[in-house]
């Protein structure tokens, strides 16, 4: 390989002698040569060891950042105000912003609820008369005991959502043997008294009833004024009842204007 850099030196003037100081030229512009030899791959790797040592010596630490004076707060704040100025200036000419402008409505005041509607003395004796005044042990304690079998639970919380609690049936069934020694009028009062204290605790207090949808019987149905409508007489055999059930019909659909032409030529 000598003759690769030897070639850039130029040759000597055969005319001329050459001077006793050539050697020493040469012999310091010798060691500089394999450095203009490195490839372009040692040179990447001399600058990738270069600034691998320059990251390993240690460096000083910054020093700490000052505390940011109390009084920096107020330029933002006041950047804001004038951001929220000129935007409102800005859209008081947009015609649509108007609205954004007026002043809350006040609200409404809701009324006040109306007061519950208070019982008639004559609803209150319907009550009274509705009253039961017997009581079968046998069936309280039926009921009770069938509070606690699995399909009387599955209909609770298929009705309510939830399991149904028999400590009620069973007050009643201890209730019915409490009263089995009593006197036919005091056991009648008692037992009276017991299902008047169910029914409040059920639906007095304002609690949610069957009346807030309906009204009740203000008084008792006269005799002879209900059922007074006339039914026809019952059908003994199947084929008279599928002759009427099919005049009955065809008659609805003639009212109703659907007969069909063989029904009219009928």
């Given amino acids: 390989m000598g003759w ?12 001329t002698t050459p001077s006793p ?18 490839t372009p791959d040692q040179i990447e790797v001399q600058k990738f060891l270069q600034s691998f040592m320059e990251q390993a010596e240690p460096k000083a630490a910054p020093p700490p ?7 920096a707060v107020s330029p933002p704040a006041q950047a804001t105000t004038t951001t929220t100025t000129t935007t409102s200036s800005f ?17 409404e005041i809701a009324p006040p609820p109306l007061p519950a509607k208070g ?6 004796k319907m009550s009274e008369y509705s009253l039961p005044t017997t009581m079968s042990c046998r069936d ?9 079998t699995a399909g009387s639970q599955i209909n609770a919380v298929y009705r309510y959502g939830e399991m149904r609690t028999c400590s009620e049936l069973w007050d009643d069934f201890w209730f019915c043997m409490r009263t089995k020694n009593y006197s036919p009028e005091g056991k009648a009062e008692a037992i009276k008294e017991h299902y008047r204290a169910k029914e409040e605790k059920k639906y007095g207090g304002g609690k949610p009833s ?12 006269d005799v002879g004024t209900a059922f007074k409508k006339a039914f026809p007489p019952p059908v003994e055999d199947d084929a008279a009842f599928r002759k009427s059930e099919a005049e009955r ?18």
């Fill in 210 to 221: 069957s009346e807030d949808i309906w009204e009740s019987r203000e008084e008792r149905v």
């Fill in 21 to 38: 100081s050539l050697p020493s030229q040469q012999s310091t512009t010798t060691p500089k040569q394999p450095q203009a030899s490195q």
């Fill in 91 to 107: 859209s008081s000419w947009l015609p649509w912003s108007k609205s954004t402008d007026t002043p809350e409505q006040p609200k």
């Fill in 140 to 148: 309280a304690f039926d009921y009770a005991w069938h509070c606690h």
């Fill in 65 to 71: 950042p000052p505390p940011p004076p109390p009084a």
């Fill in 249 to 266: 019909r065809r008659r609805i659909r003639r009212e109703l204007g659907l007969e069909t032409e063989e029904e009219k030529k009928e």
């Fill in 119 to 124: 019982r008639s003395p004559e609803s209150r």
């Fill in 4 to 15: 690769f850099w030897q070639s850039s030196t130029p040759s000597p003037n055969p005319g």
